[in-house]
């Protein structure tokens, strides 16, 4: 029989061990999982910036004006800037129809696919 103290220490050299093998997966999905949400957050606003052309036959001038007009319920926080004004929209270069035709990621940082997140 073992002495309550050997238990005790080969209990926390298990547990040490597991942590041991589960925490660099997790570091590293801690950027995919930022790169996952900003996937759907341009997915969203894209769509968004979609139909209201479709309902207003315009294009909005800010990414307020979505939020105003309950397109949006808020502007998304940028998850690789950490701010949601930082937003990069790209505008119409037609006069008839000015306004926001896209959406990009404020953020030049490089993903994990070696592209930078301003160009997704």
């Known amino acids: 029989m073992m002495p309550d103290h050997a238990l005790s220490d080969c209990a926390v050299a298990l547990v040490g061990g597991f942590v041991w093998l589960f925490v660099p997966s997790h570091v590293t999905s801690i950027p995919e999982a930022r790169e996952l949400k900003l996937r759907q957050d341009l997915h969203v606003m894209r769509a968004v910036l979609d139909q209201y052309v479709v309902d207003k036959h315009k294009r909005p001038s800010?990414?307020?004006e979505l939020v105003a007009t309950g397109y949006l319920k808020q502007v998304p926080t940028d998850p690789m800037t950490g701010r949601n004004d930082s937003w990069a929209a790209e505008w119409s270069?037609?006069?008839k129809t000015p306004g926001?035709?896209?959406?990009r990621s404020g953020s030049h940082s490089i993903s994990s696919k070696g592209t930078a997140y301003y160009d997704w």
């Open 93 to 95: 270069n037609d006069q």
């Open 62 to 64: 800010s990414l307020d």
């Open 100 to 103: 926001i035709v896209n959406i």
